[in-house]
């Protein structure tokens, strides 16, 4: 439950950042209530890490979408997806399994009514793919 309402709350800081063009510093300014201190922690793990790794996650999901380029997705589904590919990265003690779950949860939420399908099937392709290498890469 917590890292559920610290990726909701890095998904928030993303998407003002996203949409505002904003840096992190002037994003976190919008946060009105500051979640509990390790929810703000991992929520900003998320964010920075996933704008620190921004070029590298746009081309993963570039590269699992080619009917859609990132600038022709819905904001949402692009943020969702961007902070789901970092954690997938990046997020070692979290199954894949789980942060999917919580990108659907996200999308669900914030996204349209065909967000959590579009999403889904994008972070499926994606680790298809992954899974796939780590089979190669122990043969």
């Known amino acids: 439950m917590r890292r ?3 990726r909701e709350t890095a998904f928030l800081l993303f998407f003002r950042m996203d949409m505002g063009r904003l840096t992190l510093e002037e ?15 991992y929520a900003l793990w998320l964010a920075k890490g996933t704008q620190e790794n921004l070029s590298e996650i746009d081309g993963i999901i570039s590269s699992h979408s080619p009917d859609w380029e990132l600038d022709r997705m819905f904001s949402t589904d692009r943020n ?9 990265l990046h997020g070692k003690d979290v199954p894949p399994a789980v942060i999917t779950d919580q990108a659907l949860k996200l999308a ?3 996204g349209t009514p065909t967000s959590a399908k579009f999403i889904n099937g994008i972070l499926g392709a994606i680790l298809r793919e992954r899974s796939g290498e780590n089979l190669q890469g122990e043969n």
């Open 4 to 6: 559920q309402k610290a």
């Open 27 to 41: 994003a976190k300014e919008f946060v009105e209530k500051k979640p509990d201190p390790d929810i703000w922690e």
């Open 80 to 88: 969702i997806l961007r902070l789901a590919v970092f954690e997938l």
């Open 108 to 110: 669900n939420k914030f």
